[in-house]
């Protein structure tokens, strides 16, 4: 409970502050591991030497919970965005435009504690899929490469209207200026951490356009926003949900994937369109389920696929492996209910902090938008430094792209999904 509170409290710091991200605090308790030991031993001494690894790897686990579910709360009053969450700016935006921020912030609490609850029940499906008796984790590899050409095709299908296929040649400019962007900026010789790159790449494809539009908006005010609570569960969240854990499932394994493209995955719909409200949830439960299943893959198949998961590695050397799939090793369990636990504390606690931020972001949107855009300038010199901002802009420039030729703005997640493929195909 002390550590799952801890972590709670510093994913809400890391949630809500732009350009911290849970990799910066997994690589600091690593770093002092000792005198975090020295802390834990004295505050629970009954734990036992063998439980402080365990204890820091659930302060960690939770510490990422509460950074998914908090990590919305910029992104849609401040369209400052990470990777996770840079397709929520969109949805957010429009929701926060129509008085409904609060409720933005609501719907990807729900989706988060949802994904969560689902990516629980899918563990063990999961592990007999990947490990034995079907072995898909090695089956899959040599198609990695063709898997992530089958994201990109079919985000230029779902472009097609009707007969015409004009929106899909836009869309497949769009993508390239957008692959390219990510190819100089994520493989290329840029002197700025790789830790922090991200945040000002994905600052200039989805937030700072926004806020650009904002700022030529027409004048008045925006909507004082609705507090109020949010409607009952539907089957409609539930089945968004269900697409959001899936696709947090579906590349929780996949070397060189992450939230960004699961969000991807998970945003594909080839019919009608998904609404805004809908995205949110499908958004939530992407960002915890991929947290939560993105270390239960390192008991499954012994490899890593993100910064956590990294250093729950360093932490539990001697983890063990997951031989029988009913009878999950002792650790995973505590790291899956204090994750599960972490969820459930932090989805409440953003939900009133939207509505506290919510409170006062009413006002005229062109200054709102010019002084979230100033926050965002300030923030991006702060963490990236005068390169940060170069790509910021650079990246600006491209994300207004889809706007003017009119096809979605999905679209950038090339920026992700092409240096990744081009890794596959060189082999680097």
């Given at each position: 409970m002390l550590v799952t509170v801890l972590g709670v409290l510093t994913g809400m710091l890391t949630g809500l502050a732009p350009g911290i991200h849970v990799n910066n605090v997994a690589a600091f308790v690593l770093a002092t591991e000792t005198a975090w030991a020295g802390f834990l031993g004295a505050v629970v001494p009954e734990s036992g030497g063998d439980a402080i690894p365990v204890l820091l790897a659930a302060y960690l686990m939770a510490t990422a919970a509460a950074h998914a579910v908090f990590d919305f709360i910029p992104s849609v009053f401040l369209g400052a965005p990470t990777e996770d969450t840079a397709l929520a700016t969109l949805p957010g935006h429009r929701l926060l435009l129509g008085g409904q921020g609060a409720k933005a912030i609501a719907l990807a609490a729900r989706g988060a504690v949802l994904g969560t609850a689902f990516a629980v029940l899918v563990l063990i499906p999961l592990r007999a899929l990947l490990a034995d008796p079907v072995g898909l984790a090695d089956r899959f590899r040599p198609w990695s490469a063709a898997f992530i050409g089958f994201?990109?095709?079919?985000?230029?299908?779902?472009?097609?209207?009707?007969?015409?296929?004009?929106?899909?040649?836009?869309?497949?400019?769009?993508?390239?200026?957008?692959?390219?962007?990510?190819?100089?900026?994520?493989?290329?010789?840029?002197?700025?951490?790789?830790?922090?790159?991200?945040?000002?790449?994905?600052?200039?494809?989805?937030?700072?356009?926004?806020?650009?539009?904002?700022?030529?908006?027409?004048?008045?005010?925006?909507?004082?926003?609705?507090?109020?609570?949010?409607?009952?569960?539907?089957?409609?969240?539930?089945?968004?949900?269900?697409?959001?854990?899936?696709?947090?499932?579906?590349?929780?394994?996949?070397?060189?994937?992450?939230?960004?493209?699961?969000?991807?995955?998970?945003?594909?719909?080839?019919?009608?369109?998904?609404?805004?409200?809908?995205?949110?949830?499908?958004?939530?439960?992407?960002?915890?389920?991929?947290?939560?299943?993105?270390?239960?893959?390192?008991?499954?198949?012994?490899?890593?696929?993100?910064?956590?998961?990294?250093?729950?590695?360093?932490?539990?050397?001697?983890?063990?492996?997951?031989?029988?799939?009913?009878?999950?090793?002792?650790?995973?369990?505590?790291?899956?209910?204090?994750?599960?636990?972490?969820?459930?504390l932090a989805a409440p606690l953003a939900v009133r902090t939207g509505r506290l931020v919510a409170r006062w972001s009413t006002g005229d949107p062109r200054r709102v938008s010019a002084l979230s855009l100033a926050v965002l300038i300030v923030l991006l010199a702060v963490v990236s430094g005068p390169v940060g901002l170069a790509i910021a802009t650079l990246a600006a420039v491209v994300g207004l792209v889809p706007v003017a030729l009119r096809v979605r703005r999905v679209h950038l997640m090339a920026s992700l999904l092409v240096p990744v493929l081009l890794g596959y195909l060189t082999g680097a």
């Open positions: 994201v990109l095709l079919a985000l230029l299908i779902s472009e097609r209207r009707g007969r015409r296929g004009d929106r899909i040649i836009r869309a497949v400019w769009v993508q390239a200026l957008a692959g390219a962007l990510g190819i100089a900026t994520l493989r290329g010789s840029v002197p700025i951490d790789p830790s922090v790159v991200l945040f000002p790449l994905f600052s200039g494809l989805f937030g700072i356009p926004s806020l650009v539009f904002g700022m030529r908006g027409e004048p008045g005010s925006i909507p004082s926003q609705r507090i109020e609570s949010l409607r009952p569960l539907n089957r409609e969240d539930v089945r968004s949900a269900i697409r959001g854990t899936l696709a947090g499932a579906s590349v929780s394994w996949l070397p060189g994937l992450s939230g960004g493209a699961a969000a991807t995955l998970a945003s594909l719909r080839f019919r009608k369109p998904i609404g805004p409200s809908q995205f949110m949830v499908v958004l939530g439960s992407v960002s915890t389920s991929t947290a939560l299943l993105s270390v239960a893959v390192l008991y499954m198949i012994h490899r890593a696929r993100s910064g956590a998961a990294v250093a729950v590695n360093e932490l539990l050397s001697d983890y063990g492996t997951w031989t029988n799939p009913f009878a999950a090793p002792a650790s995973l369990l505590v790291l899956v209910a204090g994750t599960a636990l972490a969820t459930a």
